[in-house]
């Protein structure tokens, strides 16, 4: 059998000396303590970094109306509206494509029949 390489060696010879205090480390209440406090502040912390995020959008947003300007949600917003016209858009588009489809099939131009596209007003 070939012999590992330098670096395997290495690394299995640090492996063997320090994995047995570490794993010894980690099963003391001591380390569960701790890992469970540390565990508590990271998600107290991140409970209040939303916050403050909630709170400065709040501000911002109050400073851009204040200068006529539209904020984050504000363009969300249009956008979704923006979406949502698109797509009425589309489905008209679709029905105005089908009705000329079938006055053509019915021997038709597919435009007379009173409807929007009825002529000039």
């Known amino acids: 059998m070939a012999k590992p390489p330098l670096w395997r060696q290495i690394y299995d010879r640090v492996e063997r000396a320090v994995a047995p205090r570490l794993e010894a480390g980690v099963r003391t ?13 990271q998600a107290e912390l991140n409970r209040r970094g939303s916050q403050l995020a909630d709170q400065l959008g709040t501000i911002s947003a109050r400073g851009l109306h204040l200068v006529n300007l539209p904020a984050a949600d504000d363009v ?3 956008r979704a509206e923006i979406r949502d016209l698109d797509r009425r858009v589309r489905d008209l588009t679709r029905q105005l494509d089908q009705g ?6 019915n ?11 009825a002529g000039p007003h």
């Open 100 to 105: 000329d489809r079938e006055g053509q099939a």
């Open 29 to 41: 209440g001591m380390f569960a303590s701790t890992l469970a406090t540390v565990t508590k502040a």
């Open 76 to 78: 969300t917003r249009l």
């Open 107 to 117: 021997g038709g131009d597919g435009k007379s029949g009173g409807g929007a596209g």
